[in-house]
């Protein structure tokens, strides 16, 4: 029985050391929450330390295929990915900001 609790315990770190999804992150200027806008963002916490973008491709009805009318009238959406370091020794956080908006947060630990 010690055994398996060894086990269940390593497999409770192991899940817990990932990155974290944030509902939210406070910033000097105020708290961030999913669905703010860029502006707002960039208001309560400033410009980030780093900035990721990348093309997603546009799907119409979920689909894993792109259909021709979508890939012709946008064939991809810009995502943006912010970093904020949030001072030495804290965890650092990355905002997902998708059409202008905040779409998940990110928390995780610092570089080593």
């Not at 309560?44 to 990348?54: H, V």
């Not at 779409?103 to 630990?109: A, E, K, L, T, V």
């Amino acid at each position: 029985m010690g055994a398996q609790i060894r086990v269940g315990l390593l497999v409770a770190v192991l899940l817990l050391s990932g990155p974290v999804h944030a509902d939210a992150l406070r910033c000097s200027g105020g708290t961030v929450q999913e669905g703010d806008t860029r502006a707002s963002l960039l208001q309560k916490c400033g410009p980030p330390q780093m900035q990721d973008s990348f093309c997603a491709p546009v799907f119409q009805n979920k689909s894993l295929v792109p259909t021709p009318l979508a890939s012709s009238v946008a064939p991809c959406e810009q995502i943006d990915d912010w970093t904020y370091d949030r001072s030495p020794g804290r965890l650092t956080a990355t905002v997902r900001i998708r059409a202008g908006a905040v779409q998940s947060i990110r928390i995780q630990s610092p570089p080593r």
